[in-house]
Nanobody, 124 residues
Framework: QVQLVESGGGAVQAGGSLTLSCTST????????MGWFRQAPGKEREFVAA????????WYADYVKGRFTISRDNAKNTVYLQMNSLNPEDTADYYC?????????????????WGQGTQVTVSS
């Protein structure tokens, strides 16, 4: 089993920045690809960013590319999502997830474990 706990969410004004963290306990963190997804009120959950087990490969949704950066520290069992130039459309609950096989990093169905989420609210 893998337990994931997100932190770092909060309220910020448009143009601001936040850094989300997701810490893993349980199985070896470095065995898993990691991803961030988000779900806005009334909308389906969508892919945001993913990173390979080594950190050598990353993937981003078009709507966050150039603004968000995913990274990981395997020594700390933690994955990060640095979010810059936030806008109100980024308001959502953000979830991290762990993917053992990592065959389709952008696909929700590929992920094996999920955190409980952390809320991000961006005001205009």
């Amino acid at each position: 089993q893998v337990q994931l706990v997100e932190s770092g969410g909060g309220a910020v004004q448009a143009g601001g920045s936040l850094t989300l963290s997701c810490t893993s306990t349980g199985r070896t963190f470095s065995n898993y690809g990691m991803g961030w997804f988000r779900q806005a009120p009334g909308k389906e959950r969508e892919f945001v960013a993913a990173i390979s087990w080594s950190g050598g490969s990353t993937w981003y949704a078009d709507y966050v590319k150039g603004r968000f950066t995913i990274s990981r520290d395997n020594a700390k069992n933690t994955v990060y999502l640095q979010m810059n130039s936030l806008n109100p459309e980024d308001t959502a609950d953000y979830y991290c997830a762990a993917d053992f096989l990592a065959l389709s990093p952008t696909a929700q169905g590929d992920y094996d474990y999920w955190g409980q989420g952390t809320q991000v609210t961006v005001s205009s």
